[in-house]
């Protein structure tokens, strides 16, 4: 009777020593996880900070202004002058292209045209 | 398990009924022995319980790191953008080599590794470092990340990386004086960076509550691009003209906002070896200068304002004026008398000193005292200069400083002043902060009445069409300005070669948008040209104007010119 006890006993110890390993193990290594994914945010966010310091540098307006220059026979970029600036009122209608009329010089040699009107019969 | 020992226990509750006890030699050497063991168990509780104590201290505590010393503590500041949200300065990270010479191997291939991927590392100097016993060196500070990445792929032992913040301006120069300066520990010693720190940012650091992720990035209510322009432009004409330096502005008429404001010669802020150098300061706002003639503009304004003086009177200008044993001459006599936009168009230096005579010396005080042309003007820089004025004002200083000597004034507030002449009479404190309207509002002050703002756009206008301003000119965009050409003192007196060139300008006009003042500090004569500021000043403005105009929104306009528009359809 008493060895059962024992028995009961020392399973239940071992038991619980397993479980709370278990639990300290899987807590650690979901700590290194989150460790990991923070140090992989935080090297995330520095790159975006490098790209975007990167991107200003790259879209400076001097040296924009330095690649016109440089590839102006390519380019051919010139300032906006003021003349080209117009609003939408300002413009007059564009000219209608109207269809070109029939060559009236055919119409009279063949003594009719295609035109089939109700109130003729053939 | 539990009956026996009640059994015992009851064994041993019977003894008392013994009548006799008799204790023996045995019993007695077991009593001594009872408190060896207790020493024994308390000896063994001791150190099994020093032991377990370790083990939960090891346990709990993380192994401390051997090796470097703590990183310099470089506090994070937040970024600086311009309205449009272009970075203008910002935080990156560097890495910096260094290295613990004991954990390492073989000193000549690390040395020989590292070699090929910092060509320039000296190597004498290397390897007395790596051979020496300390435990940590500095190879080289501030790497780029490709070089950082290079040495990790090199796989030496006993090299690392500590991270360092480092303030990074990508336009160079281009806002210098604007944004100012950090030094090492990237705390603000200059401009808007120290601004910034005073808003309560080293508080924030102090606390540790200042991380890169927390901080908002600060928006300047400088254009990127107009700031670019101005600079462009700046650096052109102080080449060209040949001048000591250079300045210029931009404000917004309706809100006070500053789009951009360039001062030369400047330094880089990336690298600001040389921005403590005499001649590098911010002349916009830390300099203070007569302005020469475009002071006339506010002694116009003020005549007109006053009542006493009218568009259509009329002032004599046939001879020089005399005062003790001053004489006041005009660059270009006419020998005449001169209407009021006369005296304004040729820049009559008597006729502006006989306007100004129509109004007490009291009033005049008053009057550039509203316009805030004495007393230092409220910005949000920290270095700002205080105008400088006579101590006590005699008749004498009202009559030079009609034509703007006599009081000196930093170029920003002139262009502020001068601003609240050209939008309605209203004047408007700048700002590097963006602004709304409703804001701009709330710091808007009535200097004069509306009807003589409207003659001074007039008179500008009528300036830059026939008068000194002719070169100002930008088809459609309708500059109106005054010009400025004040001799310089050279030890005392007045120079006759050293001129300081200045000019005020705003468009379109009519309803001005944008105000703009530039300066040129001795500027040479060029191609021909004398070296006023007609001849230079305007020019650059014209330059300026045509490039930010369409920027800026500005919707140009030729119908009063009567230019026929030309249209191509495809």
């Known amino acids: 009777m008493f060895r059962t006890t024992d028995i009961v006993l020392i399973a239940v110890m071992i038991g619980a020593a397993a479980v709370t390993y278990r639990i300290k193990q899987g807590a650690e290594n979901e700590l290194e996880h989150i460790q990991k994914i923070k140090t992989q945010i935080r090297l995330e966010h520095d790159t975006i900070n490098l790209l975007k310091a990167d991107w ?13 220059d440089l590839y102006q026979a390519q380019l051919n970029l010139q300032p906006t002058s003021s003349e080209q600036i117009v609003t939408l ?28 009107t109700g109130s003729l019969k053939k | 398990m539990i009956r026996r020992w009640l059994s015992r226990f009851r064994k041993r509750g019977e003894a008392p009924d013994e009548t006799i006890v008799v204790d023996g030699a045995r019993k007695s050497a077991g009593g001594r022995a009872g408190s060896r063991i207790f020493m024994m168990m308390v000896m063994f509780f001791c150190v099994y319980g020093v032991i377990a104590g370790r083990l939960v201290y090891y346990g709990s505590h993380d192994e401390e790191d051997s090796g470097p010393p703590p990183a310099r503590p470089t506090e994070a500041r937040p970024d600086i953008v311009d309205r449009n949200g272009e970075i203008l300065a910002t935080d990156i990270k560097t890495a910096s080599l260094y290295a613990e010479p004991r954990h390492i191997v073989d000193v000549d291939e690390a040395i020989d590794k590292l ?48 991270m360092e913040r480092k303030r990074f301006y990508p336009g160079g120069s281009m806002a210098a004086h604007i944004l100012g300066l950090v030094n090492i520990d990237n705390k603000g010693l200059a401009g808007m960076e120290k601004y910034i720190d005073e808003q309560g940012l080293s508080i924030l650091q102090a606390t540790g509550l200042a991380t890169q992720q927390d901080l908002k990035p600060v928006r300047l209510s400088i254009d990127a691009r107009v700031q670019h322009v101005l600079h462009d432009e700046l650096t052109q004409s102080m080449e060209k003209y040949r001048a000591i330096a250079a300045g210029g502005v931009v404000l917004n008429a309706k809100t006070g906002e500053i789009l951009g404001m360039v001062s030369l010669p400047d330094y880089d802020p990336n690298n600001p070896y040389n921005a403590l150098e005499k001649n590098r300061f911010n002349r916009m706002t830390n300099g203070v200068f007569e302005m020469g003639s475009t002071f006339k503009t506010f002694t116009t304004a003020m005549a007109l304002d006053s009542g006493k003086v009218h568009l259509s009177d009329k002032f004599d200008t046939t001879h020089p004026l005399h005062y003790g044993r001053y004489t006041i001459h005009d660059y270009e006599p006419k020998h005449r008398w001169l209407t009021v936009p006369e005296i304004f168009k040729y820049s009559s230096n008597i006729g502006t000193a006989l306007e100004a005579e129509k109004v007490s010396i009291e009033h005049n005080k008053e009057f550039l005292t509203n316009l805030g042309l004495l007393t230092r003007v409220p910005i ?49 404190e700048p700002t590097l902060l963006p602004r709304t309207q409703a804001q701009a509002d709330e710091h808007t002050k009535r200097v004069i009445k509306a009807s003589t703002s409207q003659d001074m756009k007039y008179l500008f206008r009528l300036n830059a069409e026939q008068g000194s301003g002719r070169q100002a000119r930008v088809p459609g965009y309708f500059v109106g300005g005054k010009t400025g050409t004040a ?44 070296a006023t500021a007609g001849a230079n000043c305007a020019p650059t403005t014209a330059n300026i104007i045509r490039r930010i105009a369409p920027l800026l929104g500005v919707e140009p306009e030729f119908g009063h010119q009567l230019q026929s528009l030309l249209v191509s359809y495809n």
Not at chain 2, 131 to 155: M, N
Not at chain 2, 381 to 396: C, D, F, G
Not at chain 2, 498 to 522: C, H, M, R, S, W
Request: aromatic share 8%; hydrophobic share 40%; no cysteine.
């Open chain 1, 89 to 116: 009122d300002q413009l007059p209608m564009r000219p209608v292209k109207m269809p070109a009329p029939p060559d009236s010089a055919q119409v009279a040699q063949n003594g009719h045209d295609g035109v089939v």
């Open chain 2, 115 to 162: 070699h090929s991927v910092l060509p320039d590392l000296n190597y004498e100097d290397t390897y007395r470092k790596l051979k020496s016993h300390a435990g940590f060196v500095w190879l080289r500070r501030q790497l780029t990340p490709k070089q950082e990445a290079d040495i990790l792929a090199l796989g030496v032992p006993g090299l690392g990386f500590r």
């Open chain 1, 56 to 68: 200003s540098l790259i879209s400076q307006p001097k040296r924009l202004q330095k690649l016109v």
């Open chain 2, 487 to 530: 001799e310089k003192v050279v030890n005392g007196k007045y120079s006759h070669s050293k001129n300081f060139d200045a000019f005020l300008a705003g468009f379109p006009i009519n309803d001005p948008q944008y105000v703009t003042l530039v300066i040129l500090d001795e500027p040479k004569p060029y191609g021909g040209w004398p």
């Open chain 2, 380 to 428: 949000e820089l920290p270095e700002v200069a205080t105008p400088e004025q006579p101590k006590v004002w005699k008749p004498i200083n009202q009559i030079t400083i009609a034509f703007g000597h006599g009081v000196a004034t930093t170029p920003l507030q002139t262009a502020v002043a001068g601003m609240a002449i050209l939008d309605g009479g209203l004047l408007i």
